[in-house]
């Protein structure tokens, strides 16, 4: 997310691809982690 927010500072990686990429990958990972409601029949 930093090299989205602040393409010039040090912690960003000069490309706005990989920026975008590495965005999309923690979401998917947060998703996948968060834990889901299931309905149990009675």
Do not use: F, I, N
């Amino acid at each position: 997310m930093a090299e989205l927010a602040y393409p010039d500072r040090a912690g960003a990686m000069g490309s706005l691809p990989w920026g975008v990429g590495v965005t999309l990958w923690g979401l998917l990972v947060a998703l996948v982690a968060v834990p889901r409601r299931t309905e149990r029949g009675g």
